[in-house]
């Protein structure tokens, strides 16, 4: 069926290093992404978002990349703080509703 | 401006008990979610509300789950009765605007079944 998978389950990066994080997606169809970082014991709390018009889209230290001939969708966070130390979920978006479908998630460890 | 709240935000009971869990939206806010999130996955919604009708439930158990929003601001989700299965995050979120726009989340309910 179709999904939204992370190809790296943990990443651990160094402080003050660029992070990034992949995501795969399998519908075509999906017009809308999203990412969001969830800390331990909190809710998801949005990063950035991008519509499948774009390739490109910049944020306060974050960028998300968007690649509709593969597929791919990644989010890349600059000089890594230890307060990006979180798990971070894609989601897509399909359709005229607003249901958006999650992948598995990817934690990111940063080492100081 | 205050964000989505949630009680409890810890529950543990029994297999074949009921629990309900309690969402108030951001103010002003049409849209509705609640979401099931399993340790190590990621979120999956059971149920879309516009206001006070029902937009998607097409993923939540109805044989045992049951949720309403009958004024369309909170909303209560209900699990009756619950399996072990059921152990997980409960997740409410909401969005001002139907389609497109960032949906926001509560702190969540964690659920543990015995």
């Known amino acids: 069926g179709e999904s939204v998978g992370l190809h790296l389950p943990t990443l651990s990066v160094q402080e003050g290093d660029n992070s990034i994080i992949n995501c795969a997606y399998s519908?075509?169809?999906?017009?809308?992404f999203i990412w969001y970082k969830q800390e331990s014991g909190k809710g998801p709390q949005f990063i950035i978002d991008?519509?499948?018009?774009?390739d490109k889209r910049q944020g306060q230290r974050v960028t998300v990349l968007l690649n509709k001939t593969v597929k791919h969708l990644s989010l890349q966070i600059a000089a890594t703080q230890p307060g990006d130390s979180a798990v971070y979920f894609c989601?897509?978006?399909?359709?005229?509703?607003?249901?958006?479908?999650f992948g598995t998630g990817t934690q990111l460890k940063v080492e100081l | 401006e205050a964000g989505v709240a949630q009680s409890p935000r810890y529950k543990i009971i029994e297999k074949r008990q009921s629990v309900a869990f309690w969402c108030n939206p951001i103010?002003?806010?049409?849209?509705l979610y609640w979401y099931q999130q399993i340790l190590g996955q990621g979120p999956k919604l059971l149920i879309q509300?516009?206001?006070?009708?029902?937009?998607?439930d097409s993923q939540l158990p109805k044989d045992r789950f049951s949720a309403e929003r009958l004024k369309g601001v909170d909303s209560t989700l209900k699990i009756q009765p619950a399996k072990l299965e059921d152990s997980a995050v409960y997740l409410c979120?909401?969005?001002?605007?139907?389609?497109?726009?960032?949906?926001?989340f509560g702190p969540g309910t964690r659920l543990t079944v015995l």
């Open positions: 979120a909401s969005t001002g605007l139907a389609g497109g726009q960032t949906q926001y």
């Open positions: 519908n075509s169809a999906s017009d809308y």
């Open positions: 991008i519509r499948s018009n774009m």
């Open positions: 989601a897509e978006k399909t359709g005229g509703g607003n249901k958006l479908t």
């Open positions: 103010s002003g806010h049409a849209t």
């Open positions: 509300f516009q206001n006070n009708g029902v937009v998607d």
